[in-house]
């Protein structure tokens, strides 16, 4: 199954099934946002696809975006917690023990740049998977972590749901 099989089989599915819309984001963006599923998971892919899918089909947009950005801070919080329970056990963890310098690059990017570092993580592919993870090893009060998260996943959603939606009606009315 290639990636583009997974983009059309979950886009026809909520196509047929609406209302599954917003718990099929919801899944993805947790998904794409928890430290190790994110990277065997290519939901930012998908949830493209899936603001096309609003922005052709006419599901309300503003669920769906709820949806994503719940997802997306739950998984960041998860991957927190895990940071701040496990602390540098988590080098043990797969993949981190077949690919260190992930670590290593997420907690120089974080230690540069802190709280900014954890809201502008969600944005960067490679840096998502463990920025979170690293805040939480590095003991980053909770507040300052919740405050760049919710921030952050908010914005993120947007920005991956709305091109389609919205650019897809903007074309429609030109076209």
């Given amino acids: 199954m290639t990636l583009n099989d997974i983009i059309h089989y979950t886009t026809e599915f909520v196509r047929q099934h609406q209302s599954w819309a917003v718990p099929i984001a919801f899944v993805l963006a947790f998904g794409e946002s928890l430290a190790f599923l994110s990277l065997l998971l290519p939901a930012t892919v998908i949830l493209l696809g899936l603001g096309a899918l609003i922005g052709e089909s006419g ?6 975006w709820a949806g994503a950005a719940a997802g997306a ?12 329970h496990y602390k540098d056990r988590v080098h043990g963890f797969w993949p981190f023990t077949r ?10 990017f ?13 944005f960067f592919g490679p840096l998502r998977a463990v920025v979170p993870l690293v805040a ?11 405050l760049a998260n ?24 030109w076209f």
Avoid: K, T
């Avoid at 959603?157 to 939606?165: K, R, S």
């Fill in 59 to 64: 599901i309300p947009f503003w669920p769906v």
């Fill in 73 to 84: 801070f739950f998984g960041d919080w998860l991957s927190y917690w895990v940071g701040v």
């Fill in 99 to 108: 690919h260190p310098q992930m670590l290593d690059r997420g907690h120089r």
């Fill in 110 to 122: 974080f230690e540069r740049w802190g709280i900014a570092g954890a809201f502008i993580g969600r």
């Fill in 136 to 146: 939480g090893i590095c003991e980053m009060p909770q507040r300052y972590f919740q």
């Fill in 150 to 173: 919710v921030a952050s996943a908010l914005l993120w959603a947007f920005g991956v749901l709305a091109p389609g939606a919205f650019g897809i009606q903007w074309l429609s009315r």
